[in-house]
């Protein structure tokens, strides 16, 4: 069992930055790749990134590709969002999530989920 607690949310204006963070307990964090995916109010919950289970993989939607970048450090069992550029349309909850080894871009397929940080951008 993986659980996840994001941290990093807040507010920010149009055209800034934040990073977001999601510290996984146990000791299979290693074992998962490692997805972040947001809501925003009304809207299905979508995919924002992924990253491979040592890291050497990352997968972007089309509407953050060059925007924002998602890391990961095992030996601290954390994975990283780097936010920048933000927009407007950006702002949603965002939650990261485990994924034992099936398609990265599905939300099915994640099997560990955290309880989500709010970003909001302001224009």
């Known amino acids: 069992q993986v659980q996840l607690v994001e941290s990093g949310g807040g507010s920010v204006q149009a055209g800034g930055s934040l990073r977001l963070s999601c510290a996984a307990s146990g000791r299979t964090f290693s074992r998962y790749a490692m997805g972040w995916f947001r809501q925003a109010p009304g809207k299905e919950r979508e995919f924002v990134a992924a990253?491979?289970?040592?890291?050497?993989?990352?997968y972007y939607a089309d509407s953050v590709k060059g925007r924002f970048t998602i890391s990961r450090d095992n030996a601290k069992n954390t994975v990283y969002l780097q936010m920048n550029s933000l927009k407007p349309e950006d702002t949603a909850v965002y939650y990261c999530a485990a994924n034992p080894g099936g398609n990265y871009y599905r939300r099915i397929d994640y099997i560990y989920w955290g309880q989500g940080t709010q970003v909001t951008v302001s224009s």
């Open positions: 990253i491979s289970w040592g890291g050497g993989s990352t």
